[in-house]
């Protein structure tokens, strides 16, 4: 299954290479969320806001009433802060595919390996739990020749062979996002 997210930036950058781009920003909600990453940020953040709300207006048996509305509000704040990773990711996402510079880069190198011991908190569960695996390699720009490093935790980066096209989104001379060019 393709990574959402990387099929969506392909497509994108397809359609419109040069920035700046018009991006609905329905899209870019539709796409970070279809990612198994941002999903589940986003599905626990709901059932946090709707499980704190509950419990504020006393819908839920409780053996201290009192209680029951600073606790929900607390539950609330909660989900509310876990929406705020998803929301940060449809911001950044849609910043980047807006104005961000689009590169075509050649894989030099590719493998897959462990995942670093801090991760990301965007990509998919790849591996075991106790084995986490990572995608990494170099690419190079087809446009001036500059090698750099990338580190994927997402499936579709697993199939990545030397001589594979990638695109590589850019801010600020910084790697934003990767996506497989799709022919």
Excluded: K
Excluded at 59 to 67: C, G, N
Excluded at 146 to 165: I, K
């Amino acid at each position: 299954m393709a990574y959402p997210l990387s099929l969506f930036v392909s497509r994108t950058l397809a359609n419109q290479p040069i920035a700046p781009r018009q991006i609905p920003i329905r899209l870019v909600v539709r796409a970070v969320l279809s990612g198994m990453d941002c999903a589940i940020y986003a599905i626990g953040s709901l059932a946090l806001i709707g499980f704190g709300l509950a419990v504020a207006a006393h819908a839920l048996p409780s053996s201290s009433s009192s209680s029951d509305v600073p606790g929900g509000l607390a539950i609330v704040g909660v989900g509310v802060l876990c929406a705020l990773l998803p929301s940060f990711r449809v911001w950044q996402v849609a910043r980047a595919l807006r104005e961000g510079d689009a590169h075509l880069a050649d894989v030099i190198e590719a493998g897959v390996g462990p995942a670093r011991i801090y991760g990301t908190p965007w990509g998919e569960s790849m591996g075991t739990r106790t084995r986490p695996i990572a995608a990494m390699g170099t690419y190079r720009l087809t446009d001036t020749g500059e090698s750099r490093r990338y580190y994927m935790q997402q499936w579709w980066a697993t199939t990545l062979q030397p001589g594979a096209r990638i695109w590589v989104l850019r801010r600020g001379g910084r790697d934003v996002l990767y996506a497989a060019v799709n022919n």
